[in-house]
């Protein structure tokens, strides 16, 4: 016999179909709750079957988000045998039926014969070290992406209230470029000021900076204001989102910054992040994010496997003679592994601080490939050299 139980798990809930052997289901369907009695309840089914079949079953149920983590941390507690499987396979293992009917129950079934149709893999955990850069990866650029949006928004509103703004600061963005906004937030305001207040309080808010900087900004703000185009009275709900906007922005740049400073330190204590981090162009927010998304490359035992799994292998269709002759990538593996990739591609190539990278981009590009797929293929390129060195534990060499 070889038993298997599939999950079909749902947000709280998951439910259950056993397989004694290919073409034979045991039980009827039921469903259990993700708290201690209902994986209680379901470790007893377990036994149940293990002990009717002669031998471990082993349990197979997809990657869904998070739901899937309280079941998942069940069965490596209890060390049971599991396969976590790819959405991807899952769902084109639904459609070999001719019935157009999904349940919860059906999709259970379809995972049980998946487990007989399928070459499978146990699934190997990522360590806890891992997986917590990888939260904390992942908190940061969604950290980011809401950051960005907010920057959009105060874009918006500054445009209404004091455009002319955007050229005092080189970084309008900086701690003291906002803080001064919020201190002079209006045109009017400005202009009734004298330069040595505004220098004065410039000074203030950046102590590291000579008075002299400070009395330079200080009339680069007395022109803008006296260039603005709106001398109106502004509607003060206008004001009330420039304040608002500012203080999130602060606080953004000051979460940002904790967050990094907390990924770095943990990233220092992986020999893999210092092994990536000698590819020319790959700064510590994107080593640690490749390191985090990678985990161990013991579960990969070809480099092709990696490329696989960060979903930039080339698609391939063919039928009779037919042969497409353009391939896109699959984009099947992880999302977040495949964007940092490009990203480091990119820096690589800016300023070729990459030699080997950009000697391989422009050998592509003069064989009339387009910039992405120039691109694509470089990203591939470095997933090949990434698998080498961490396997022979090696820094690269130019």
């Not at 259990?32 to 149920?61: C, T, W």
Request: proline content about 3%.
């Amino acid at each position: 016999m070889d038993p298997v139980i599939g999950l079909d798990v749902a947000k709280g809930e998951s439910q259950v179909q056993a397989f004694l052997e290919k073409k034979t289901p045991y039980k009827k369907s039921f469903k259990f709750k993700h708290n201690r009695m209902g994986l209680h309840d379901f470790y007893l089914f377990y036994q149940e079957l293990e002990q009717l079949a002669g031998q471990s079953p082993s349990v197979i149920f997809e990657s869904t988000g998070h739901y899937h983590e309280p079941v998942l941390q069940f069965l490596e507690d209890h060390g049971v045998t599991y396969y976590l499987v790819n959405p991807v396979i899952s769902y084109e293992a639904k459609k070999v039926s001719l019935r157009k009917v999904k349940t919860d129950a059906i999709d259970a079934y379809h995972l049980c014969e998946l487990y007989y149709k399928e070459d499978l893999e146990a699934f190997q955990k990522k360590s806890v070290q891992t997986l917590n850069l990888r939260n904390l990866s992942r908190q940061h650029d969604s950290l980011t992406g809401t950051y960005v949006q907010t920057k959009l928004q105060f874009h918006t509103i500054l445009d209404q209230i004091f455009p002319e703004y955007k050229g005092v600061f080189g970084d309008l963005f900086s701690k003291v470029s906002l803080r001064t906004l919020l201190s002079f937030q209006t045109p009017k305001e400005v202009e009734e000021l004298s330069l040595s207040e505004i220098a004065s309080e410039i000074h203030h808010l950046c102590r590291s900076r000579s008075e002299s900087w400070s009395m330079k900004k200080a009339e680069e703000l007395k022109s803008a204001a006296n260039k603005n185009p709106y001398k109106q009275t502004l509607y003060y709900s206008h004001l009330i989102s420039l304040r608002m906007y500012i203080e999130m922005l602060l606080q953004y740049q000051k979460h940002l910054s904790q967050l990094e400073a907390e990924i770095d330190a943990m990233a220092q204590e992986f020999e893999s992040y210092h092994i990536i981090r000698s590819i020319p162009g790959i700064g510590g927010k994107i080593a640690a994010t490749i390191i985090s998304e990678i985990g161990e490359i013991d579960r990969f035992n070809n480099p092709k496997k990696l490329v696989a799994f960060a979903g930039i292998d080339p698609s391939v269709h063919e039928s009779g003679k037919f042969k497409a002759s353009i391939n896109r990538i699959t984009k099947r593996g992880s999302s977040k592994l495949r964007q940092v990739l490009y990203t480091a591609v990119q820096c690589g190539l800016i300023n070729t601080r990459n030699p080997r990278l950009k000697e391989f981009y422009d050998r592509k590009r003069e064989e009339g490939k387009p910039h992405k797929v120039a691109v694509i293929a470089c990203a591939n390129k470095l997933v090949h050299w990434i698998y080498v060195l961490l396997k022979r534990k090696e820094t690269f060499v130019i």
